[in-house]
């Protein structure tokens, strides 16, 4: 089950942020918890996060607060096609905590999140081939999970 859209501020409670680039765009944060399924079919709860873009002045006129709900929901669309035509090293997918970049064919998968109120838009992923790098990387990390979690890394096989 996914939860509500919610409106995130800094540590002063702002929800407005200003663009560093040009100050007359800004965007507002939203984020929602999301079940997500690997391909081993487990489960893990993830806090999606997305940006909400536009001028200062239509970002202030829509009245956004602190914790606020919204309709719809955070969409997560993975491509081969560089999401960030000026910087091709923007929105790369990587593997959790591992640093190493999903790949297909040895390109690599641009990953970026989208709020919609558009009921019937999915998520588009794209499926890495680089399995082997990837578990490689898992296994140095299951081994330091395994000194400290014995009982869970051999119970769940990880």
Do not use: W
């Not at 929800?15 to 918890?33: A, F, K």
């Not at 909400?52 to 997560?76: A, H, N, R, T």
Request: hydrophobic share 35%.
């Amino acid at each position: 089950m996914e939860s509500k859209v919610k409106i995130t501020g800094d540590e002063l409670g702002n929800v407005i942020h200003q663009s560093v680039n040009n100050p007359e765009y800004g965007y507002v944060r939203v984020e929602q918890v999301r079940s997500m399924y690997d391909d081993n079919g487990f489960l893990r709860r993830r806090v999606v996060s997305a940006l909400i873009q536009g001028s200062m002045e239509d970002l202030k006129q829509e009245g956004y607060y602190l914790g606020q709900e919204l309709p719809g929901k955070i969409v997560i669309i993975e491509s081969l096609n560089p999401t960030n035509k000026k910087d091709h090293t923007k929105n790369i997918k990587t593997a959790g905590n591992t640093g190493v970049v999903c790949k297909v064919n040895g390109k690599p998968i641009y990953r970026k999140t989208i709020y919609t109120i558009i009921s019937n838009l999915t998520d588009e992923l794209v499926k890495h081939d680089n399995v082997d790098e990837i578990k490689a990387a898992n296994n140095v990390s299951n081994v330091k999970l395994s000194a400290i979690h014995p009982a869970a890394s051999s119970e769940f096989n990880i």
